[in-house]
């Protein structure tokens, strides 16, 4: 990984300064409180035991604790770009290795940096990573949140991609082994801001989606993709979040509020203690919102 900034500065017009990458915010400690997971449950219909009652963490639940630190991700901005440019991000992949699962009680230590920026023709991606411990030091988890800034121009192309796609290559196909619907409630975004601190305007306010060129108020993509985690886990009937290894997607179409989510289950791999799979997911107009979907459990 390159971080010498060589072709990311791009002169005071570009936005994007890669000589920021790799700067790593101050570590910042967070409680895990048993009403927060059972808030995440119910902000993600989750009705599992285990996270109802608020032991274990959903999986899709580490992004909670790395919110505070996700911003570090804007360090790349220029300061004075940043109001104009904000309004164009939308999350556009996301990938977790999982250490081992979040659990109440736990004290959290987290940390990110921007590790990544990529011109592409029809914007600028960014690619931000979080490093989870426990306070001995001992890895939780690691995440990799793109951010894509839809028509913002830069010159940037240096750092690191994030590994969601490479998970897949070369395991296009697999055999299906369920298609699952689940229904997306009206007021699902409003509930997950609540619960996971993402109180970003285009989950919120209609008449900001529709201004920055969204059809209105969109489904946050992280809780689309806590949908598509649960899909998997009851096409293999796994019964714990504890099981997952790995999960990520890349976010393809924004998903509306009132719409339903159908998930299609591939089998990659059943041998070893491992078991993984690929998802897509489409809406109710059958257009695909979620791809590249990878989910591996050890089991």
């Known amino acids: 990984m390159s971080l010498s900034g060589t ?35 119910a902000a993600t219909n989750d009705r599992t035991p285990e996270s109802a009652g608020g032991a274990l963490a959903p999986p899709v639940f580490a992004i909670v604790p790395g919110w505070g630190s996700i911003g570090a991700g804007a360090s790349i901005i220029a300061k004075e770009r940043r109001g104009e440019v904000q309004g164009r991000v939308v999350h556009g992949e996301q990938w977790t290795d999982y250490f ?61 991609v994030a590994p969601s796609l490479g998970a897949l290559r070369g395991k296009e196909e697999g055999r299906l082994i369920a298609t699952i619907t689940l229904p997306i409630d009206g007021d699902q975004p409003a509930r997950y801001a609540q619960a996971s601190g993402d109180h970003n305007r285009i989950h919120l306010d209609d008449e900001f989606a529709r201004s920055v060129g969204l059809p209105g108020i969109i489904v946050h993509g992280m809780c689309t993709l806590a949908f598509a985690s649960r899909a998997a886990r009851l096409a293999l009937a796994q019964p714990s979040a504890a099981a997952f290894r790995r999960l990520g997607c890349r976010f393809t179409r924004p998903l509306l509020p009132g719409d339903v989510l159908t998930t299609d289950v591939f089998l990659l791999e059943d041998s070893g203690g491992v078991q993984s799979v690929r998802f897509e997911c489409a809406n109710g107009a059958g257009e695909a919102v979620l791809g590249a979907g990878y989910a591996e459990f050890a089991t």
């Open 7 to 41: 072709g990311g500065s791009g002169g005071a017009a570009d936005p994007f300064d890669a000589g920021a990458l790799g700067r790593w915010s101050e570590p910042r400690t967070f409680t895990v409180e048993p009403a927060m997971i059972v808030a995440y449950a």
């Open 100 to 160: 081992r699962p979040i659990r109440a009680g736990d004290e959290l230590v987290v940390r990110a940096a921007a590790v990544g920026v990529h011109a592409k023709s029809s914007g600028t991606t960014v690619v931000t990573k979080i490093e989870t411990r426990d306070t001995a030091g001992e890895p939780v988890n690691d995440q990799y949140a793109t951010t894509f800034y839809r028509g913002v121009a830069s010159s940037a192309d240096d750092g690191e």
